[in-house]
């Protein structure tokens, strides 16, 4: 457990372990709003769920630097802006694909810059 937190705090930059601690607080957010508002059950709610959930375990890993899990946080980046920009004007996909837009992109280029460091 000690080299798991050491490998998780020490390794790569301070900004990862804080980006997974916002990974996680988003995704406590949106299901204590979607839950709130009782919309969790819906495409939309549990879609946005869903994908917070996804960036926040691949960004876990990311942390842990498993190459595996940095291509997962790219593909999972690119899906999303494909579904945002290709889908139609008013499709509820653009509102799921729409999770943390331009958050993700920029974690991307953080994400390419350490890739050499991963595992």
């Known amino acids: 457990m000690n080299n798991l937190l050491r490998r998780f705090w020490q390794?790569?930059?301070?900004?990862f372990p804080l980006v997974a601690i916002a990974h996680i607080v988003w995704l406590g957010f949106a299901l204590f709003d979607?839950?709130?508002?009782?919309?969790l059950d819906t495409f939309i709610g549990a879609g946005n769920c869903l994908i917070l959930l996804l960036y926040a375990?691949?960004?876990?890993a990311v942390?842990?630097?498993r190459r595996w899990a940095a291509i997962g946080y790219l593909t999972l980046t690119a899906v999303n802006l494909c579904l945002?920009?290709?889908?139609?004007?008013?499709?509820?996909?653009?509102?799921?694909s729409d999770a943390l837009f331009p958050f993700d992109?920029?974690?991307?280029?953080?994400?390419l810059?350490?890739?050499?460091?991963?595992r």
């Open 11 to 15: 390794d790569l930059p301070v900004l």
């Open 34 to 39: 979607f839950g709130r508002q009782g919309v």
């Open 57 to 60: 375990v691949l960004w876990i």
């Open 63 to 65: 942390c842990d630097r």
């Open 84 to 96: 945002q920009f290709f889908s139609a004007q008013h499709s509820d996909w653009r509102y799921v």
């Open 105 to 111: 992109l920029l974690m991307c280029v953080f994400l």
């Open 113 to 118: 810059y350490y890739y050499k460091r991963f």
